[in-house]
């Protein structure tokens, strides 16, 4: 068994809109033009990072924007272009940005995995995240179901829909749940940001995007019953220093867990259950407010750092460059490597594009445990190697603008362009037609 990261490429439209409330750094960047070329060109070179220290590293391929067919069901009409320039004069362009973010490349936010050996028949389940506390984020569900069901076809697959998209069931996918396992056996932590149905005292500034609702029906969906599943609650107070998702501030693999004392409320507990299910073997890592104050947690992102299996088992901690300035973020990542944990080595990766809307390392990548032969029964040419990787720069270039401002998403060409590169890129990545816009999507 073996992590695949399936890390999201950034779309030809990635930019800085401000769309996501209670994520700062989304905020502070709104209306700064984007570079989509360098974005991707980031990530691609993050890939070749993982893949060189011998992660089994994936791609999924980003979604058409502007969403042409959202808007088309929000009444705008006539052809491709006047529909882009009626929704773009609607309101200064508000909507237009936010049918035109790239927010598909935060794949940790596709979906939830439980791997086979977790599961009642034995197959790996994913469900597809609604995304529903984020309007732009929800209208990535759809076409994540088609990418994922073409990815993950074999019978060894289940492929979930999202859950029924609303308040109650507000599902951000594996963003909130870590899986640790030791010789006694798997945990997975289920975590939330509030509860519909139940009291609970959530966030008083900033949006909490998870419910307690959705973590239990994935639960439920996925076979982890009983004593394997934890509940654990975000800290409101986390929330509200802007960890919008668990994996802002905790992150585990395996028999390490690393996290803030603000990820979760009564940390204490959650971390005394841990160590009952799992026993000795557990290594946790915690991050007093002493130790790092929360708001250099939510700044440089140490807790969204990305783990990596090495081929002895141990573990490469991948952090964004942002956390390798000196300071309590940098003591503590080096500490993390100097002690006794399951982490010898520590990579600073730039993924600054990403950062400044709130997404470090972790949030470009869904993370899915296979087998061998599950591996090989995925399909498409989606596992990165130094061939796929020199056709996907070349690609990059070729297509993508180096400047995206607001003139941009406004002209009609640009969408023309995205809609040429994608369609060439569902060639490279061998994956036939997953896109409405290609005729014979299913
Ligand atoms: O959902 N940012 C994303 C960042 C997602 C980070 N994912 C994880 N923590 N796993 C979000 O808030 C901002 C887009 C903009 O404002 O242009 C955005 O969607």
């Not at 401000?18 to 989304?26: D, K, R, V």
């Not at 960047?29 to 990530?43: C, F, K, V, Y």
């Not at 139940?198 to 639960?219: D, I, N």
């Not at 599943?229 to 390490?256: K, N, Y």
Request: with cysteine; net charge negative; glycine share 8%.
């Amino acid at each position: 068994m073996r992590v695949v990261c399936f890390d999201g490429l950034p779309g030809p439209t990635h930019g800085h809109a401000g769309l996501s409330a209670g994520n700062l750094a989304a905020t502070r960047h709104a209306g700064e033009p984007g570079n989509p070329r360098a974005a991707a060109l980031q990530s691609l070179a993050k890939m070749r990072l993982l893949s060189s220290l011998g992660a089994a590293q994936a791609i999924l391929p980003p979604q058409p924007r502007p969403d042409l067919f959202t808007l088309r069901r929000l009444g705008y009409s006539g052809s491709d272009a006047e529909v882009i320039r009626d929704a773009c004069g609607t309101d200064d362009g508000a909507l237009l940005r936010t049918v035109s973010s790239a927010s598909a490349m935060w794949t940790a936010n596709a979906a939830t995995v439980a791997p086979s050996c977790d599961t009642a028949d034995g197959r790996v389940h994913l469900t597809v995240a609604n995304l529903s506390s984020m309007f732009h984020r929800s209208i990535e569900a759809h076409t994540t179901l088609a990418i994922l069901r073409r990815i993950f076809s074999d019978p060894r697959f289940v492929v979930h829909e999202p859950l029924p998209g609303s308040d109650l069931f507000s599902d951000e996918g594996a963003a909130n749940h870590i899986r640790l396992q030791t010789s006694r056996g798997a945990v997975h932590l289920f975590a939330w940001g509030r509860a519909v149905l139940e009291a609970a005292v959530g966030p008083s500034v900033h949006p909490a995007r998870q419910t307690r609702e959705a973590s239990s029906a994935l639960a439920r969906l996925h076979g982890i019953t009983g004593d394997r599943a934890l509940f654990p609650q975000q800290d409101p107070f986390g929330i509200d220093a802007g960890a919008f998702h668990t994996d802002v501030l905790a992150l585990g693999l395996g028999r390490f867990l690393m996290l803030h004392e603000r990820a979760f409320l009564d940390v204490e507990r959650v971390i005394e259950t841990l160590r009952e299910k799992l026993g000795g073997e557990l290594v946790v890592s915690l991050a007093r407010e002493s130790e790092i104050p929360l708001a250099d947690a939510v700044s440089l992102y140490p807790f969204n750092s990305e783990l990596v299996e090495l081929d002895d088992g141990r573990l490469a901690l991948v952090a964004p460059s942002e956390a390798e300035q000196p300071g309590p973020v940098r003591r503590f990542l080096d500490r993390v490597v100097a002690e006794p944990t399951p982490v010898d080595q520590l990579h600073f990766v730039d993924v600054s594009s990403s950062m400044k809307n709130g997404g470090g390392p972790a949030c470009l990548r869904l993370a899915v445990s296979l087998t061998e032969a599950e591996r090989v029964s995925l399909s498409g040419r989606v596992l990165f190697d130094a061939a796929l990787d020199r056709e996907l720069v070349r690609w990059v270039e070729k297509h993508y603008r180096d400047q995206l401002t607001l003139d941009d998403l406004r002209d009609p060409a640009l969408h023309q362009e995205g809609l040429t590169a994608l369609d060439e890129l569902t060639q490279i990545l061998e994956l036939g037609s997953i896109y409405e816009f290609q005729s014979d999507a299913t």
